[in-house]
């Protein structure tokens, strides 16, 4: 699957890049990846939708999680699951407020300079954000967004037990390459699709597994 990172033109663009509205857009499209086939337009889309002047997370939080829900799910729907993405968003804005004071910029800017493990650790705190997302979301805002991001070469990969399980019977165990940020976003990315299809925690489906002629199947 390829790094989700196609940013919008025109309008949507100009919204996603413009300094008031940036960092919670970033956040939401963050939140969206993977369950949207446009995320970094889903900013701008909900902001017009919800007739909001400004774009950050006290204004946010104060529309309510209904709200978010409906103008997610009017067609076309930004998410394809509408009820959870408007629970995400809703919860999402709430602690960037409680959390942060509304700057959400906060979360990845932190002091001009941020260390990979910490960013992630925060971003894995965020509502709708697991380890996967967390870990692309950082990569691009390194990449793409400027932020400055250190410490790739003491990174350990974050690992939920199901891939945890699937990377020791491919025989990778933890071991895996440091330094190289967007090396472990495709390791991360193809263990999470590998997991989903067929490396289920209760068994393995190695007959459909792309893997299966190199995979040694420990302790299958």
Same mark, same amino acid.
């Given at each position: 699957?390829?790094?989700?990172?196609?940013?919008?033109?025109?309008?949507?663009?100009?919204?996603?890049?413009?300094?008031?509205?940036?960092?919670?857009?970033?956040?939401?499209?963050?939140?969206?990846?993977?369950?949207?086939?446009?995320?970094?337009?889903?900013?701008?889309?909900?902001?017009?939708?919800?007739?909001?002047?400004?774009?950050?997370?006290?204004?946010?939080?104060?529309?309510?999680?209904?709200?978010?829900?409906?103008?997610?799910?009017?067609?076309?729907?930004?998410?394809?699951?509408?009820?959870?993405?408007?629970?995400?968003?809703?919860?999402?804005?709430?602690?960037?407020?409680?959390?942060?004071?509304?700057?959400?910029?906060?979360?990845?800017?932190?002091?001009?300079?941020?260390?990979?493990?910490?960013?992630?650790?925060?971003?894995?705190?965020?509502?709708?954000?697991?380890?996967?997302?967390?870990?692309?979301?950082?990569?691009?805002?390194?990449?793409?967004?400027?932020?400055?991001?250190?410490?790739?070469?003491?990174?350990?990969?974050?690992?939920?037990?199901?891939?945890?399980?699937?990377?020791?019977?491919?025989?990778?165990?933890?071991?895996?390459?440091?330094?190289?940020?967007?090396?472990?976003?495709?390791?991360?990315?193809?263990?999470?699709?590998?997991? @989903?299809?067929?490396?289920?925690?209760?068994?393995?489906?190695?007959?459909?597994?792309?893997?299966?002629? @190199?995979?040694?199947?420990?302790?299958?």
């Amino acid at each position: 699957m390829p790094i989700p990172r196609e940013y919008p033109d025109g309008v949507a663009g100009e919204f996603l890049r413009d300094p008031a509205s940036q960092p919670l857009s970033l956040l939401l499209g963050a939140i969206a990846m993977y369950g949207s086939d446009s995320p970094w337009s889903l900013p701008h889309t909900l902001a017009t939708r919800l007739g909001m002047e400004r774009f950050d997370a006290m204004a946010l939080a104060g529309m309510g999680e209904a709200a978010l829900r409906q103008a997610i799910a009017k067609r076309p729907s930004l998410h394809i699951d509408s009820p959870k993405m408007g629970r995400w968003a809703d919860q999402a804005s709430r602690m960037v407020v409680g959390q942060y004071g509304g700057g959400t910029s906060w979360i990845w800017d932190d002091y001009r300079r941020m260390d990979a493990a910490r960013l992630v650790e925060r971003l894995r705190g965020v509502p709708g954000i697991g380890a996967v997302k967390a870990l692309v979301f950082a990569f691009l805002l390194g990449t793409d967004w400027g932020a400055d991001i250190v410490g790739w070469d003491k990174f350990e990969m974050p690992m939920d037990p199901p891939m945890l399980e699937a990377s020791r019977r491919l025989g990778i165990g933890t071991s895996l390459p440091r330094g190289d940020p967007e090396r472990l976003v495709r390791i991360h990315e193809g263990l999470r699709n590998i997991v @989903k299809r067929h490396c289920a925690l209760d068994g393995p489906r190695c007959e459909a597994c792309p893997l299966s002629a @190199k995979c040694p199947r420990q302790g299958v």
